[in-house]
Every structure is written in C-alpha cells, then in structure tokens.
C-alpha cells in the first residue's frame, strides 16, 4: 500500500476551497493526470456520488470509477476508487488557516495485480504529482481570486 499526505495553505475562504476540491468534475484544471470528469450519479458532490475519470498518470489512459463516501460540507470529503492498475481511497480535510484555508490529502493507492511490482516507482511518481496538483490549486484559486 502507498500512502501518500501533502497540505497547503491556500489563501481564499474555505468554503470557496472546499467547494472547489469537493467536485471531482474540477480536477482536469488542477490535477494534471486527469484529462476529463463526469459525475454519473447524484446531484454534485454528496455521499454516494459517483464520478468516471480518464486519467492518464503514464503513457496509457486509464478509467478511474470513484465514489464519494463520505460528505462533511467545508470540512471533509471521502472518496474510493479503482482502475484497471490500482484502488485507491482517500480524503481531504480543510480549516481555516490565518484567513484562508489548510488543506491536508491523504491518499491510498494499492497496485493491483502485475502493477504491485512498480509500487516503488507508484509511489514516488504519486508524492511528486501530489506536490504539482497543489501547486496548481494555489496558483489557480489565488490567482482567480475565487471565481470558477
């Protein structure tokens, strides 16, 4: 099992923040392996949504399923998930930080079948993707000053 935990201050109000992160729809614009989202159940992020991801972390595009498991609104979301190469589950927590809000992700991949063998690489490729995708979520949501 990979673990992998990253936090970052983002200088906006949580309840912008977490409404950005929430919806999984919005991971094409920060989170670079994900090429496109669609919510295929439920009415915006809630516990018990469902969404459909291409993701493409390596050479080969892959499907992520992914489900919302639990909902705390600018708090916490929940999430679990599967692709052909992994499961995975995970959450984020966010609080108000000096005026704007921590947000702290921790994420769980297993490496199915074949693919446990690249666990290693798995998990050092997922710590440095970690690190561009909030990068990316502090320049966009600073830089946009809210506006989605």
Known sequence: MITITHEETINRPVEEVFAFIADPTNDPRWCPPVLEAEQVKGNGPEKGARFRQIVKPGPKKLTN????????????????????????????????????????????????????????????????????????????????????
Do not use: C
């Open 65 to 148: 399923s992914m489900e919302i498991t639990a909902y705390q609104p600018n708090r916490r979301i929940a999430w679990q998930g599967d692709n052909e190469m992994l499961k995975f589950h995970g959450w984020y927590e966010v609080e108000a930080d000096n005026g704007g809000a921590r947000v702290a992700m921790t994420s769980k991949l297993e490496a199915r079948g074949i693919f446990r063998l690249l666990e290693p690489f798995l998990g050092r490729a997922s710590r440095s993707v970690a690190v561009e995708e909030f990068k990316n979520l502090k320049q966009l949501l600073e830089g946009e000053r809210g506006r989605r």
